[in-house]
Nanobody, 125 residues
């Protein structure tokens, strides 16, 4: 089992900043790409940013220049620094990780996607 727990959400004014964190825990054999998604009102998960284990980064066009994703592999943690927040950034932010737990690895299974429960970001003036 692999668990992802997000933190750092809150309420900010337009132009404000927040830093989200997501830590993976459990009987982890390996973690590949990690990322952040935000959930639309119809519950669709939309890419915000991803980062590979080696540090290759992909951002949604809507957040380029404002958000920064980073990770600490030794801590199994991914971060999202969000600056210049806009009303349209308000959402539940979900952490995602491609991971392989040791039990599955022992049985010969490959990695699968894991999701956190989400952390709420609101933007209000």
């Amino acid at each position: 089992q692999v668990q992802l727990v997000e933190s750092g959400g809150g309420s900010v004014q337009p132009g404000g900043s927040l830093r989200l964190s997501c830590v993976a825990s459990g009987n982890i054999a390996s973690i590949g790409t990690m990322g952040w998604y935000r959930q639309t009102p119809d519950k669709e998960r939309v890419l915000v940013a991803t980062i590979t284990r080696g540090g290759r980064i992909n951002y949604a066009d809507s957040v380029k220049g404002r958000f920064t994703i980073s990770r600490e592999n030794a801590k199994n943690t991914v971060y999202l620094q969000m600056n210049s927040l806009k009303f349209d950034d308000a959402a539940v932010y979900l952490c995602n990780a491609e991971a392989l737990d040791a039990g599955a690895a022992a049985l010969g299974y490959g990695g699968v996607d894991y999701w956190g429960e989400g952390t709420l970001v609101t933007v209000s003036s």
